[in-house]
Nanobody, 120 residues
Framework: QLQASGGGLVQAGGSLRLSCAAS????????MGWFRQAPGKEREFVAA????????YYADSVKGRFTISRDNTKNTVYLTMKSLKPEDTAVYSC???????????????WGQGTQVTVSS
């Protein structure tokens, strides 16, 4: 199971850190990703990280502002968001997959999301 947390209301230019806690003892085998879905829009990819944490990949819209990281000892993946913009407002969800290709769009497991609202 995956459970995202850390969302909230923040002013434009502010920062938030999201967490996604995973249950089970095989977390370190999974590639992890963050996605978001704004009202009336399709879900979009935000960031991904390899199972070891060495490799990361970002959507162009968040590159340089967001950082994905993980702590395999805590079964948790993080998304640190800085310089937030109103267009970052969305429900953010985490996902897990055993695949090795960091850019692969398909994930097997999804968690419930956390709402991020950025006011202008």
């Amino acid at each position: 199971q995956l459970q995202a947390s850390g969302g909230g209301l923040v002013q434009a230019g502010g920062s938030l850190r999201l967490s996604c806690a995973a249950s089970g003892r095989t977390f370190s085998r999974y590639r992890m990703g963050w996605f978001r879905q704004a009202p009336g829009k399709e879900r979009e990819f935000v960031a991904a990280i390899t199972s070891s944490g060495v490799g990361t990949y970002y959507a162009d819209s968040v590159k340089g502002r967001f950082t994905i990281s993980r702590d395999n000892t805590k079964n948790t993946v993080y998304l640190t968001m800085k310089s937030l913009k109103p267009e970052d407002t969305a429900v953010y969800s985490c996902a897990a997959d055993l695949g090795l290709v960091i850019t692969a769009p398909f994930y097997d497991y999804w968690g419930q999301g956390t709402q991020v609202t950025v006011s202008s």
